[in-house]
């Protein structure tokens, strides 16, 4: 089985998956709150805790182990998203990968393993989906979990988002602007743009999501981000 990292699959770069790995789930954390005159504390959930898993590979071609595996490196210090071959339309978003001790790969014959460190959710790959001169659309997401979606709005002047009734305001953009829920940022182009937005950023609940907008808008492009919890 190969795994495939920023779109390039390890068979094809000479190292394979040993096995298939079990990937852990999410787990939740919180913040506990000491309340005077309380008897117990309270507990707060505040999100989820970063996965950690550890997968192990095997090096395909021997013949120079050791430039083999500074090319691996490389490739590692550069993961942003992992996905199994077997089913590549859901990824991870890697934040950090650290290989096993070069000395002791040398002597197991190629035999290695890295711990990866990601996003506590399976991204699943969608399209951008584009509207022209919308005003109200609805969007259903069929995942575990709330998506924090990219928006890109092309239009001019003063702009009304509304996002299940929460209202995004943009003020004065020349050609548009894009959204992006994740990063919390606004901007378009190379220039920042959060000045000229009001309002908290959108989410895609589970089940419908209603949009409506007002103003002189051309397009609209939504990349839904959608996510489930492993």
Excluded: C
């Excluded at 192990?56 to 992992?82: H, M, P, V, Y």
């Excluded at 991204?123 to 989906?129: A, H, K, P, Q, T």
Aim: charged content about 25%; cysteine-free; proline content about 3%.
């Amino acid at each position: 089985m190969g795994v495939i990292i920023n779109n390039q699959n390890t068979k094809n770069l000479g190292f394979a998956l040993v096995g298939r790995p079990s990937i852990p789930s999410s787990d939740k954390k919180y913040e506990t709150i000491e309340v005077e005159g309380r008897d117990g504390a309270l507990t707060k959930f505040i999100g989820y805790q970063d996965l950690k898993f550890t997968l192990k590979f095997n090096i395909l071609f021997q013949n120079d182990i050791k430039q083999k595996l500074r090319e691996i490196k490389g490739l590692l210090s550069q993961a942003k998203t992992l996905a199994f071959d077997d089913s590549p339309n859901f990824f991870y978003k890697i934040k950090r990968a650290q290989i096993s001790d070069v000395e002791t790969i040398i002597k197991s014959s190629g035999i290695f393993n890295v711990e990866f460190y990601a996003e506590p959710f399976e991204f699943e790959s969608s399209s951008v989906l584009e509207y022209i001169r919308p005003s109200n659309l609805l969007i259903r997401n069929n995942t575990s979990y709330f998506s924090q979606p990219i928006i890109k709005i092309h239009g001019q002047d003063n702009i009304k988002l509304f996002v299940n009734d929460e209202l995004v305001e943009i003020k004065q953009i020349n050609e548009g602007i894009v959204i992006d829920s994740e990063m919390q940022e606004a901007y378009y182009n190379n220039d920042n743009m959060n000045h000229q937005m009001t309002g908290s950023f959108p989410i895609f609940g589970i089940g419908e999501n209603k949009i409506r907008l007002e103003g002189n808008i051309n397009k609209i492009e939504i990349l839904p981000q959608w996510r489930w919890l492993t």
